[in-house]
């Protein structure tokens, strides 16, 4: 007879894996593969939206596809199985229940217990399997969720397979909330949970904290949100934050209210600067390669941090240190489908002007299409936003957070502007420059900003000060 031992050796489970740098969930957006489908070591199953970009998971193993357990649309946490392989197809089936277990309890076979999972390292990608703790998902409101194995039939499973009974669960509670209940005093394994999958929430910790003045819990079946149905004529549309509109938000308002801005501004003739991008598209070392205005900004911002190299660095909380970078990551915010991401150009400052060009071309590319990395995002020192493809003038910008300065670019409009004591029509844009002044004093904002705008108005600069 097939035991379940041997059940949970033929059967794997594939976890969500950290795609990014401690990411915490990702939404399935597209399975590539349906149960009964044959799959190889390093096929890509699924395509992933975490809340940097989209991104394709391999499989670690070969196999038969036995279950996918999340619809496309459902977000789930990190850790958690979302589909199962059965690696070794042809054996004898899995038993439908062990034979004293009684009839109503179905017996999970299928998803092994985590004791008896592989004990070798299998990670596809960065973080891959977490705490036990973290492995639950939630829902996208709205989609139908597959039900999981019964709390009941999991601790049959794990009894029999570890011949005693498993230590208590810990509360599953996101980290937030955990804070709250233990600023509040609150024991979480004394909190009634409310939300989906046994989940203790903020209200129900604020329950717990003061029951006679809070109102009951709402259950989920009755929660309006969870019913709601827009209507053709509807006043109002509701749109869950999520992915890279939540990381955003997040990341500016953590930004906006960690790090002091400041923001200094300059209005430049860019006119000899226009030109040389003129010149450039026909010379044959660029030939090829995306030459336009924002190419040379990132120069003049790269030569402006040579000769300023202490705006480059990030402010250490925990240590109480100020790191200085000796490489600059230049970051390029891109406007994309998924929302605002900011990839960078690693070591740029050691960049030729044609390996700048190629750099910047393909992280253009790469982000059009949807396919930036988490990788391609995490480690930037300063950045550029062009804002002035929007036509607008310019604006105050916020720090990405961890950096120490960001360089708006405004529209590049021909304006009346005095040239060698007359007035004439020139190519004229504004520069706004933010940083965190707890890096960057007023003095050295004032050179990096007023040495970028001579590069632009003097485009020979390049030559001598770079």
């Known amino acids: 007879m097939t035991t379940m031992t041997e059940n949970a050796a033929r059967y794997r489970e594939f976890k969500m894996p950290d795609v990014g740098e401690g990411l915490t969930e990702a939404e399935i957006l597209k399975w590539h593969v349906q149960p009964g489908d044959t799959v190889t070591d390093g096929q890509v199953v699924c395509e992933v939206e975490t809340a940097k970009a989209a991104v394709e998971l391999p499989i670690p193993y070969d196999g038969v596809v036995h279950k996918l357990h999340f619809e496309e649309g459902v977000t789930v946490d990190v850790g958690t199985s979302i589909i199962t392989v059965d690696v070794a197809p042809g054996s004898a089936p899995e038993p439908s229940a062990p034979a004293q277990a009684p009839a109503a309890a179905p017996a999970p076979a299928a998803a092994p217990a985590e004791d008896e999972a592989p004990k070798g390292r299998q990670p596809v990608l960065v973080g891959y399997g977490v705490s036990e703790a973290s492995t639950k998902r939630r829902p996208r409101k709205g989609a139908s969720v597959p039900e999981q194995a019964p709390a009941e039939a999991l601790y049959a499973v794990q009894t029999e397979l ?15 909330v955990r804070k709250l209940a233990k600023d509040l005093g609150i024991d979480l394994a004394t909190v009634v949970p409310t939300g989906p999958d046994g989940i203790v929430t903020r209200e129900d910790v604020h329950a717990a904290a003061a029951p006679a003045a809070e109102p009951a819990p709402v259950s989920r079946e009755t929660t309006p949100a969870a019913a709601a149905v827009v209507q053709a004529d509807a006043r109002e549309t509701r749109i869950p934050v999520k ?13 906006a209210f960690t790090a002091p801005h400041v923001t200094e501004f300059v209005t430049v003739d860019v006119t000899r600067t226009m030109k040389l991008v003129e010149q450039l598209k026909s010379d044959k070392d660029m030939a090829g390669l995306r030459v336009n205005p924002l190419l040379l900004i990132a120069k003049a911002l790269l030569v402006a941090i040579k000769r300023n190299p202490d705006v480059n660095a990030s402010w250490d909380e925990a240590n109480q240190e100020i790191v200085l970078k000796h490489y600059v990551n230049l970051g390029i915010a891109a406007a994309t489908p998924r929302g605002l991401i900011v ?73 009346p502007w005095v040239h060698k004591g007359k007035v004439k029509p020139r190519q004229v844009t504004t520069l706004a420059l933010s940083f965190d002044h707890r ?3 007023g003095e050295l904002g004032s050179k990096v900003l007023a040495d970028v705008a001579a590069v632009l108005e003097q485009p020979k600069r390049l030559i001598t000060w770079g």
């Open 162 to 176: 570890n011949g005693q009974a498993p230590a208590p669960a810990r509360p599953l509670a996101k980290p937030p």
């Open 243 to 255: 992915g890279v509109r939540k990381a955003t938000a997040q990341a500016m308002v953590g930004s």
């Open 343 to 415: 990839p960078n150009i690693k070591d740029a400052h050691a960049k030729t002007l044609p390996q700048l060009a190629e750099s910047l071309g393909e992280l253009v590319a790469t982000a059009r299409e949807g396919k930036t990395s988490p990788a391609a995002m995490s480690g930037g020192t300063v950045t550029i936003t062009n804002v002035g493809v929007f036509g607008v003038d310019t604006g105050t910008p916020i720090l990405n957070p961890g950096e120490s300065a960001i360089l708006a670019v405004g529209a590049i409009k021909l304006q």
């Open 439 to 441: 890096l960057v004093d």
